[in-house]
């Protein structure tokens, strides 16, 4: 802190008369021989100097005044002049402002300013000095200037007030050493605050309670709860209190009910049952005249129903907190029969959505409302909802919190048609078998992903999709972070051709197969990219010519039977392709392979069932794999194949190396291991000199 420079200094010298404060008598002695003082008057000021009061808060704008006065003590009576000098002086001279006024001989006033909004933010100090002249004695007296000190009186726990869900009055009281009004910071428009309806009550060395009022709206949109901070007094950006106003969503606010539309025959009793699986509290009006009221109701193997006393159908509201809804509350009998369409999803602050296997389920309203705002997972939501034959545009719209859509509507066999965009407002990261069985669907729009930027998987998206016949060019172009799009398409029998560009805009894809194992069972299923595809016949040369990075096209075109000829450019861009294990395998139509098909493929190690069961398949070039010299495993390659000539070979310096007799150079070759690589290759001019492990 500095001292501020002083802002008064006052002499004066006053000539008292007989009716001053102080008398000098005219006998007294005055001066003894030799010149030494006899009985010489003094004045004693020490310790004389108060102010009304001793500490205070002044701040920003705020002018503050406190009277001083001086008691003047002596014994000498006659007349005598006084000589005084006031100095006042403060610190911190950026954020307060020190001046006196002086009003008589022994009182006046200091006057203080905070002239910073920084006032009020420390403690400081302010000084006034009086010295008597001509004896030498001086008196002093300190204003302590306080920082702000502001408490929340009687306030809850951490500070945190709960407005009511409805809207309503919350109360903040604060303790201030400051009798001034300190309003709030308040920025929400959800909260309505006026500092003229706050109340200031007094209380003793300038301290108050202060009673502020804020008028809290209701929370009647979304799913989750609000909060906000209000905070008293800022300054330099320094809060002195602060608390958190906090409330709930009334989620039986009007207009927030799911609405059902049920249907009540003979063929349920005209008892419908609702996918209302765990309640916090709602109400049921079921359409005719009745409402029931639930609270933390579990209808885990109870089923919550009501029976009509007519047939017919009716309109269920639903209003409340529903945290769950699941087609697991109604019992099997009523999935096919009670439950004709959502009307309106509402908003009950649902976390897990799921109505799986409701096949009676015809029609589902966009979310307008944002009823799946809370979801993470949309998994199996509508699994075999077989009713269902089109999706609304919108139906995501508020699943804003959605990661995944895994078999979402898996086996939805009534679905034609699909909407543009229709997960556009998610984020979603995977779409595992997320249309997988829709055998009803025969075009997909090219936007259908549009805004899935964060997506990384497609795992089976549209396998057994057998109605398709084609697929859009910009069907991935939104999505350009994709990883893996194993199984995509996999047993789409219907695709007759497809579109150059298809997996153009994912530079980073992988296109591995896989193989499924069944516990219990010897069954395992192998599947791939375009597996299954028997109405391919034929495969545009630039399908890949984007994937620079793909390393892997296993089982990419494994029983494609129609397949006839293969581009010899198909793997021309794929220089980081390690594996092609059964990447044609059973492509039984299959003729021919072109010259130079693996030629760009120098880091290709396992070519494994490659061309394993292609009846068709009477010769492969003899240099196919002269480029790929670091084959690993190449177990039943041409297994089956009724191949004539001479098997692949390298020649280096005049020498032919067979796939067998490369480890005869292992110089030039990595030594693979070909178990049953040419088995059934019978008509092979070399057949015999092949390693019997070989054959």
Avoid at 7 to 14: D, G, R, V
Avoid at 117 to 144: F, H, I, K
Avoid at 163 to 182: D, H, I, K, R, S
Avoid at 535 to 555: I, K, R, V
Wanted: proline share 4%; with cysteine; hydrophobic share 35%.
């Amino acid at each position: 802190m500095k001292r501020i420079l002083p802002l008064l200094a006052l002499f004066a010298t006053l000539a008292v008369s007989s009716c001053s404060l102080l008398d000098i008598d005219d006998d007294d002695e005055v001066e003894q021989e030799g010149g030494t003082a006899v009985d010489e008057p003094t004045v004693s000021i020490e310790s004389a100097l108060q102010l009304e009061r001793n500490r205070a808060v002044v701040l920003p704008d705020e002018e503050l005044r406190v009277g001083f006065t001086l008691r003047i003590d002596t014994d000498i009576d006659g007349e005598r002049p006084i000589d005084l000098r006031y100095e006042v002086y403060g610190y911190d001279s950026d954020r307060y402002a020190v001046d006196m006024e002086q009003e008589s001989l022994t009182s006046g006033t200091l006057v203080i300013r905070g002239i910073d909004a920084s006032a009020g933010y420390a403690p400081s100090e302010v000084w006034l000095r009086v010295d008597d002249l001509v004896t030498g004695a001086s008196s002093e007296a300190v204003l302590r200037l306080d920082a702000l000190e502001c408490s929340w009186y009687d306030a809850p726990t951490n500070n945190l007030y709960a407005a009511p869900a409805q809207g309503g009055v919350v109360e903040l009281v604060v303790e201030c050493n400051t009798t001034t009004l300190l309003p709030l910071t308040v920025t929400e428009e959800w909260i309505e605050y006026d500092p003229a309806e706050s109340e200031v009550e007094e209380l003793a060395d300038g301290y108050s309670i202060q009673v502020h009022r804020l008028h809290v709206l209701p929370h009647g949109e979304g799913s989750e709860p609000r909060e906000t901070e209000i905070a008293l007094l800022s300054a330099e950006g320094f809060i002195i209190a602060s608390c958190t106003i906090g409330q709930e969503v009334d989620f039986e606010a009007s207009g927030r009910e799911m609405i059902l539309r049920v249907r009540a025959s003979a063929g349920n009793a005209r008892t419908v049952y609702l996918p209302l699986y765990y309640i916090e509290e709602c109400t049921i009006d079921w359409g005719d005249g009745k409402a029931e009221r639930f609270e933390q109701y579990n209808a885990y193997g109870t089923g919550l129903s009501h029976t009509y006393a007519e047939a017919g159908e009716y309109e269920v509201r639903i209003s409340g907190r529903v945290s769950q809804i699941r087609s697991e509350a109604m019992p099997e009998a009523a999935l096919t029969n009670c439950i004709l369409a959502v009307v309106q999803w509402g908003n009950l602050g649902t976390e897990v959505l799921s109505m799986r296997d409701i096949t009676s389920l015809e029609s589902v309203a966009p979310d307008t409302q944002g009823a799946f705002g809370q979801i993470h997972t949309f998994d199996r939501t509508f699994l075999r909802c077989t009713g269902l034959t089109e999706l609304p545009e919108g139906l995501f719209a508020g699943a804003t919190a959605a990661v995944t859509f895994e078999a979402t509507f898996y086996g939805c066999t009534g679905l034609t048609t699909l909407p543009d965009g229709l997960f556009e407002k998610c984020g979603a990261t995977t779409f595992d078998s997320v249309f997988a069985g829709c055998t009803g669907l025969t075009s997909l729009p090219a936007d259908l992903f549009r805004g899935c930027t964060d997506a990384y998987t497609f795992h089976a998206t549209f396998e057994e999709c057998t109605g398709l016949t084609e697929l859009p060019e910009e069907l991935f172009a939104h999505c350009p972070d994709v990883i893996n799009f194993t199984a995509v398409f996999n047993r789409c029998t219907g695709l007759t051709e497809l579109p150059e560009g298809l997996f153009a805009a994912n530079p980073r894809a992988n296109f591995r197969g896989e193989t499924v194992y069944y516990p219990g069972s010897s069954y395992i299923e192998e599947r791939g990219l375009f597996s299954g595809c028997t109405g391919l016949t034929e495969l545009p040369e630039g399908l890949f010519a984007a994937n620079t990075q793909a390393s892997d096209l296993s089982m990419a075109f494994l029983g494609c039977t129609g397949l006839k000829h293969l581009p010899a450019g198909l793997f021309a861009s794929n220089a980081e392709l390690t594996d092609v294990t059964s990447t044609f395998e059973r492509c039984t139509a299959l003729e021919e392979v072109p010259a130079g098909l693996f030629d760009g493929n120098t880091r290709l190690e396992d070519v494994s069932s490659l061309f394993e069961g292609c009846k068709a398949l009477r010769s492969v070039p003899v240099d196919i794999f002269d480029n790929c010299r670091l084959i690993l495993q190449c177990y039943y390659t041409f297994g089956w194949c009724p191949l004539e000539g001479e098997s692949p070979y390298t020649e280096i310096d005049g020498v032919k190396y067979h796939l067998y007799e490369r480890s005869e150079n292992p110089i030039e070759f990595t030594v693979p291991a070909g178990n049953s690589c040419f088995t059934g290759c019978t008509s092979l001019d070399d057949y015999e000199a092949i390693p019997e492990t070989w054959r």
